[in-house]
């Protein structure tokens, strides 16, 4: 199986471009925050606060989370109900950013990323993936833009779909997210050593694209 790992910090642009090439590839394109942020809304549902590691590991027993794959579209599910819209609420970053420092977590979503990988062509988007899921991934990217240009693309996101947000609270909470994920003790957000790195703060999405295909196809060429 072919494994690709892209990682990086929040908004450069990885799920979309991951996304586009996996189907350019034909590949399963795996988005690994979407496990963290359903365990963030099981939290969330139970009134756990998302920090406290000692009530979110003790609550880890009572949750089944899955990926499911159709057409294509990543679902997730919490306890076989579809929550793939409800992750996507803006508590549900600061409460998966925050589930995701806690070791028991990770150690929970271990397996269930390692066997989708085991099994398939993937392209898989996170911030561990080339260094502790999927080390021997053949293909391993580290994607990523300045905060400012990432809270901008965020910005013009939000005022497409009518809920403007102002920019230097985005700015703020990138660079919130972005303070947590890479200090954590466990799984910091940082590039594998034999990662490529891509600054896609000039770079269209098409190109970001082309570059993660470019280099797949590469592998296919043995080089
Ligand atoms: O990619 P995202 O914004 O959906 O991720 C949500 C949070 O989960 C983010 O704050 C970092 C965390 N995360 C992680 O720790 N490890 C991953 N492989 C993916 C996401």
Redesign the pocket.
């Known amino acids: 199986m072919i494994n690709i790992a892209i ?1 990086g910090p ?2 450069a642009g ?2 979309t471009a991951a996304r586009k090439a996996a189907e350019k590839l034909g590949f399963i394109y795996v ?7 359903t365990v ?1 809304v099981a939290a969330l549902r139970r009134s756990i606060a998302t920090d406290d590691a000692q009530k979110v590991a003790a609550m880890l027993p009572e949750i089944k989370a899955e990926l499911k794959f159709k057409d294509g579209v990543q679902y997730v599910f919490l306890n076989d109900e579809d929550v793939s819209k409800e ?1 996507r609420l803006p508590e ?3 409460a ?6 806690i070791p028991a977590v ?1 150690a929970f ?1 271990f397996d269930l ?1 390692k066997n989708i990988a085991k099994n398939n062509n993937v392209i ?6 080339g260094t502790v ?1 999927l080390p021997d991934a053949q293909l391993k990217i580290f994607l990523t833009a300045s905060a400012e240009v990432r809270a901008k693309r965020r910005y013009d996101e939000l005022c497409q779909k009518g809920t403007p947000v102002e920019y230097d609270a985005l700015l703020e909470e990138i660079k919130h ?1 972005d303070y ?2 890479s200090h ?1 003790a466990v ?1 910091p ?1 940082k590039a594998a050593p034999d990662a490529v790195l891509v600054d896609s703060s000039d770079m269209t999405l098409d190109e970001v694209v082309d570059k993660i295909t470019e280099l797949a196809k590469k592998l296919g060429d043995g080089e």
Not at 96 to 101: D, M, R
Not at 124 to 129: A, C, H, L, V, W
């Open positions: 990682d929040a908004g990885k799920s988005d690994t925050g979407a496990l963290y942020r963030g992750i549900a970053s600061m998966a950013s925050n589930v995701s420092a990770r979503l990323q898989m988007d996170g911030r561990d993936i899921i997210r947590n994920d954590r799984s957000l």
